[in-house]
């Protein structure tokens, strides 16, 4: 992270956007040629309207969870049974119907206050332990740098969640195929998160949160390209940048006026609310590089599988 000093239009709130800019021109080309693409976020501007939040919410109810009732009782009772089925409109962290926060950090740096709104959602990670070990195949990186979970063969176990440095995906029970499958033993439902709008993306469509933002914080673009862009970014206004390095390199990158060890400690934490603090590259642990290299054969295999067996009971749900 830059380590510059701050000036004082820095902790100035509520300006108008700065250098942001929505998409940069050759986006959809780069996607289609297999180039990555990475999103820049300049915070300082964020106004807290929570209009992203509303808009993904719109744009992805379709694929939010409708799961059935009662839940099948597990055994063993490993994996909780996690139900927000009655608690849909919980905007304030992350869940299965929620895949986009505003997290606020509200503190002192450098004798001057602030008060910073960070849009927190999946970062999709360069090299992401999420779909490296994902044991279903279910978890995928697409060529275009999006991160995404395949609802269809998902069973809900969570390794995932448990490899991804912030705790993103969140889970839903009773819904997915573990309940054709083994609705006892295996899984426990699906697992959500931001999946980047990729199907508007294929469509030339920007991502409904970009789309929505009033203050047009957020900018789309090769990932080369935005990285350059939030380096300027960073070092006009004497700033920092959080997920350039994080987890060996992110596609998305936050841009701030304070140091992001220092928003870090003056935000909430938890179950769905994910920390700012420095994260190593998950996958350089040589436990996951095994895992990875011993596991990837065997979930391409069982994705396969997997998506075989949704199609049939999807076809025989039409007949
Ligand atoms: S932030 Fe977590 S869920 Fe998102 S791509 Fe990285 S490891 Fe996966
Ligand atoms: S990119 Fe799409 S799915 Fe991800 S947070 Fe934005 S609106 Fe939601
Ligand atoms: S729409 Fe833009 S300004 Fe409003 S909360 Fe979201 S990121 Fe911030």
């Known amino acids: 992270m830059n380590a510059k000093k701050l000036s004082r239009r820095h902790f100035l709130s509520f300006t108008a956007a700065g250098v942001a800019g ?28 929570r209009e992203c939040v509303k808009a993904c919410k719109e744009a ?80 995928v990186r697409e060529v275009s740098g999006t991160v995404r979970i395949n ?9 995932c969640k448990d490899v ?20 006892r033993f295996a899984g426990n439902g699906v697992m959500y998160k931001c999946d980047r709008c990729y199907q508007k993306l294929a469509e030339g469509e920007l991502p409904a949160c970009i789309e929505a933002c009033p203050m047009q914080l957020q900018t789309i673009g090769p990932r080369d390209k935005i990285l350059a862009q939030a ?18 390199g992110t596609n998305t990158f936050y841009v701030s006026p304070v140091p992001f060890n220092v928003l870090n400690e003056n935000i909430t934490t938890g179950p769905g609310k994910p920390h700012l603090k420095p994260v190593e590259n998950t996958m350089s ?30 076809k025989i749900d039409t007949e």
């Open 22 to 49: 929505m998409i940069l021109p050759g986006t959809l080309e780069a996607a289609q040629r297999g180039h990555t693409i990475a999103t820049m976020l300049d915070i300082e501007s964020c106004i807290n309207c």
């Open 60 to 139: 992805n109810s379709s694929k939010f969870p409708n799961p059935e009732k009662p839940y099948p009782e597990m055994f063993p009772s490993r994996v909780p049974v996690e139900d927000w089925s009655d608690k849909q409109d919980v905007s304030n962290r992350l869940t299965p119907y929620n895949w986009l926060y505003i997290q606020t950090s509200k503190g002192t740096y450098n004798g001057r206050n602030f008060e910073i709104h960070i849009p927190r959602r999946c970062l999709h990670c360069q090299n992401p332990p999420c779909a490296n070990l994902c044991p279903w195949g279910a978890a």
């Open 151 to 159: 609802d269809r063969i998902c069973l809900g176990g969570g390794k």
């Open 164 to 183: 991804c440095p912030w705790l993103i995906p969140q889970r839903q029970t009773g819904v997915g195929l573990y309940l054709d499958l083994m609705p």
């Open 231 to 248: 380096r300027e970014l960073a070092d006009d206004i004497q700033g920092y940048i959080y997920g350039d390095q994080e987890n060996g």
């Open 285 to 314: 642990k040589s436990e996951y590089l095994t895992a990875a290299l011993v596991g990837a054969p065997l979930a391409g295999l069982a994705a396969g599988l997997l998506s075989h067996k949704a199609d049939k009971d999807a």
